[in-house]
């Protein structure tokens, strides 16, 4: 395993002596290194990325040999959101905050957990109340919102008499109607509504008994 001479050793070499079958020696034998290899990947690039790559390269050995693959990695790009149930601005006021968070780990920003909106308004138009002194009233409408548009068809709004309205002779019926009681199945309110008129009175809706569909409705004569 030993030769005379180095010059064929690449990667280096272990020496011993030459000797004679007599036991005396002289002069210097080798016996060259084997080679391993080592490869790595050129400065830039990884054997493997997280966020996608852009390029690849071999992997190499200094003795110039490759094997395997290096990759240019992409740059990460942070994404940030909101957890679950947080939102990055609130119209009414929030009760707590949290970061907005990457899928990497990183925070950057703030969430809010945002308060319930506020009930909306709904109330009798100007002019309207919801009952009239000794039911007393020329008009009815229904509660609006803010918006002007109907909101509650459930209640009803009246626009009292100035003048007390009305005289001992009005006299008052029950009725199913829909338009103002919620559980009310039909509309048989219009025949009640033709005998008062028949008889030169204006139907006026008072409120909804408790059944939820039976409507107290009052039958005025403004003498």
């Known amino acids: 395993g030993y030769s005379s001479s180095s010059s064929s050793c690449n990667y280096g070499y272990d020496t011993a002596s030459k000797s004679c079958s007599c036991g005396a020696t002289s002069g210097t034998c080798y016996k060259c290194n084997t080679h391993t290899h080592s490869y790595s990947c050129p400065a830039g690039y990884s054997t493997s990325c997280s966020n996608g790559h852009s390029s690849t390269?071999?992997?190499?050995?200094?003795?110039?040999?490759?094997?395997?693959?290096?990759?240019?990695?992409?740059?990460?790009?942070?994404?940030?959101?909101?957890?679950?149930?947080?939102?990055?601005?609130?119209?009414n006021g929030h009760s707590s905050t949290a970061s907005k968070s990457c899928d990497c780990g990183a925070t950057s920003g703030t969430c809010y957990k945002c308060n319930a909106a506020p009930d909306p308004v709904c109330e009798c138009p100007s002019g309207y109340d919801e009952s009239c002194p000794s039911g007393n009233n020329v008009d009815k409408a229904y509660p609006e919102d803010s918006n002007h548009q109907i909101c509650d068809r459930s209640r009803v709004c009246y626009k009292c008499s100035s003048s007390g309205g009305g005289n001992s002779q009005n006299y008052t019926f029950n009725c199913d109607e829909e338009t103002i009681c919620p559980a009310s199945t039909g509309a048989p309110c219009d025949t009640e509504f033709g005998n008062c008129e028949g008889l030169g009175g204006r139907p006026v809706f008072l409120y909804c008994l408790s059944d939820g569909k039976t409507a107290v409705v009052e039958c005025q004569f403004d003498y």
């Open 57 to 91: 390269a071999s992997k190499t050995c200094s003795c110039g040999a490759t094997s395997g693959t290096c990759y240019k990695c992409n740059t990460h790009t942070h994404s940030y959101s909101c957890p679950s149930g947080y939102s990055t601005s609130c119209s």
